[in-house]
Nanobody, 122 residues
C-alpha cells in the first residue's frame, strides 16, 4: 500500500508560480509511474501530467505544456509539479497518483493522495 501526501498548494496571483510536492510512504514508489490530476468545482477530474518510473518520460495536458514541469526524486520518494505562469483556470484541487501502468486516465492509477488546493486570483 502506497500512501501519498500532497503539499505546496495555496493562493497565488495570475502569472505566479507554485511547486507542488507529493511524498510517498514506501520505497516501492520507485516501481510506479506518477501522475498529477486536478478537479475544479463542478467538473470532473482531469489529467495534468505523468512521469514514468525512471523519470525519463513525461507527458502533459496541452494547456499546461511549457508552463508545468513534473519531476521525481527517488532519494526523497517524492514527485513534484512545478507550475509557472499560472492562470485563474488552473485553480483546482490537485491530486497525485501512483500506478504501475499510468496513462492520462484516472482508472489506471492504484493509489491517490487527498489533494492540495491551488487558487489563482486574477
Amino acid at each position: 500500500q502506497v500512501q501519498l501526501v500532497e503539499s505546496g498548494g495555496g493562493l497565488v496571483q495570475a502569472g505566479g508560480s507554485l511547486r507542488l510536492s507529493c511524498a510517498a510512504s514506501e520505497r516501492t514508489f520507485i516501481n510506479y509511474g506518477m501522475g498529477w490530476f486536478r478537479q475544479a468545482p463542478g467538473k470532473g477530474r482531469e489529467f495534468v501530467a505523468v512521469i514514468n518510473w525512471s523519470g525519463s518520460n513525461t507527458y502533459y495536458k496541452d494547456s499546461v505544456k511549457g508552463r508545468f514541469t513534473i519531476s521525481r526524486d527517488h532519494a526523497k520518494n517524492t514527485v513534484y509539479l512545478q507550475m509557472s505562469s499560472l492562470k485563474p483556470e488552473d485553480s483546482a484541487i490537485y491530486y497525485c497518483a501512483a500506478g504501475r501502468s499510468p496513462t492520462t486516465t484516472p482508472v489506471t492509477y492504484e493509489f491517490w493522495g487527498r489533494g492540495t488546493q491551488v487558487t489563482v486570483s486574477s
